[in-house]
């Protein structure tokens, strides 16, 4: 499965496994802080369920994305110029796994520390996240990126599973042997920091930095942080040049904020709309992570059969049929049928834009434009459950209408995708086949 074919030459294959094993690390902290545990704990628990309780942790979600807009332009050029992204992830990991123990302490009324835990956290991914992805063209072929990204996409579902069942097994466990909810709680957070930390560890020891530093020229930190922005700029400015790569961010983005919709609000949809109880929406959240995980896999295979662009445009209108399916459910058969094309479109979606982002990308600014591009989804990840929000408090709590509004993302980042041609991309960027 792992040859010659599929590697750059000196890549070994327990590289790629390594590689792949962040994924694993931490996508369980998505799974139980951000969408099944720890939200939910903070607007019940934490913030005593009060009015503005949903809005509280939003506007922390919002402050820890919008702080990583901010930063990871500096560290990407940092990483770039001196050829030590295995330096800035270990420090992106740690501050991740930190912030997740920190979640441990919090109860009642610290609503101070939950939050800036979250921010720490939350930071320390979406760092992560991004030079992790940067390392996929050092270790893939061009022709075999998008098999090699499901691969990590997929082993991160699973990851996910670990961790949530590790999770699910405290929270129901605890409560036979007498632990209160706030104990419970903690466990899973100590769970998730022990399992990200643990799963990072082949990555620091087995994979190699082969990126070449580009020099400093003698340059202090402050005048590399200031050149990082500059490099936004010019990343901007460089989107006319390569402009297949625009065409990626846009459908990026788009797509992105319909996704973070279904990530953030679909537990919401379950209970408001459809009558699921908590251990329903628990159910679903782990099964359809198998979906998910089967879907980044065998789309890892299907994108460098047909093409990178077919693909992603196949996973687009999965989401739109996923969005009718929804929207327009009366029975739990029919929205069982949703969520698991949601499973099925949600890893794979994702990992065809890395492996884009992995080709369209010159070599010697892979971090810069990894960069882009989760700025571009971080931004998403803002303008999307925002989006939904407004609808629903615009019609009085009309999540049917919202759910449908969601659906004009996907439509319009299907449209997005139309003029991207990825071999003058791939051209433009210096990585011709």
């Not at 030459?9 to 369980?28: H, K, L, M, T, Y």
């Not at 990072?200 to 070449?212: G, N, Q």
């Not at 297949?244 to 537990?267: E, P």
Request: with cysteine; glycine share 10%.
């Amino acid at each position: 499965m792992i040859d010659s074919k599929t590697l750059m030459p000196g890549v070994r294959p327990r590289e790629v496994w390594a590689w792949s094993a962040f994924d694993f690390a931490n996508s369980g902290y998505t799974t139980v802080v951000l969408t099944a545990v720890f939200n939910a704990y903070f607007v019940s628990t934490i913030a005593g369920d009060a009015t503005w309780a949903t809005f509280a942790w939003t506007c922390v979600i919002a402050a820890s994305n919008a702080v990583s807009l901010v930063l990871m332009p500096v560290i990407g050029a940092i990483a770039d110029a001196t050829a030590k992204k295995k330096f800035w992830l270990f420090v992106a990991t740690a501050c991740c796994i930190v912030g997740t123990l920190g979640l441990a302490f919090c109860g009642e009324g610290t609503i101070a520390l939950a939050g800036a835990m979250i921010i720490l956290s939350n930071i320390g991914y979406n760092v992560g996240e991004t030079l992790n992805s940067a390392f996929l063209p050092e270790i893939a072929r061009p022709e075999a990126v998008g098999k090699v990204s499901g691969w990590g996409w997929s082993f991160g579902y699973c990851g996910g599973l670990v961790t949530l069942g590790a999770s699910l097994a405290i929270v129901v466990g605890g409560e036979s042997i007498g632990l209160t909810m706030d104990q419970r709680v903690a466990g899973t957070m100590i769970v998730t920091a022990a399992v990200f930390a643990l799963a990072s560890i082949p990555i620091f020891t087995m994979l190699k930095e082969r990126a070449k530093p580009r020099g400093t020229g003698g340059k202090e930190l402050r005048d590399l942080c200031l050149e990082s922005f500059r490099e936004v700029l010019k990343t901007c400015r460089s989107l006319g040049e390569y402009r297949d790569f625009a065409c990626l961010a846009l459908c990026g983005f788009l797509y992105q904020s319909g996704i973070s919709i279904v990530i953030t609000l679909s537990a919401v949809y379950a209970a408001e709309v459809m009558g699921f109880t908590t251990t329903d929406t628990l159910i679903l959240v782990f099964l359809v992570n198998i979906t998910a995980a089967v879907g980044a896999f065998g789309f890892g295979y299907l994108q460098d059969r047909i093409g990178h662009k077919r693909a992603l445009a196949l996973t687009l209108l999965c989401w739109i049929a996923m969005i009718a399916c929804a929207a327009f459910a009366t029975t739990r058969p029919v929205f069982w049928v949703a969520a698991n094309l949601a499973g099925l479109a949600m890893g794979s979606s994702q990992s065809a834009g890395r492996a884009m982002v992995s080709l369209l990308s010159p070599e010697s600014r892979s971090a810069e434009f990894f960069s882009f591009w989760n700025m571009a989804l971080w931004v998403a990840a803002i303008v999307g459950p925002l989006a939904y929000g407004s609808v629903t408090w615009i019609t009085g709590n009309d999540h049917r209408l919202a759910i449908c509004v969601t659906g004009i993302f996907f439509v319009a980042s299907l449209i997005a995708l139309v003029p991207l041609n990825l071999e003058r991309g791939m051209k433009a960027a210096g990585r011709e086949q």
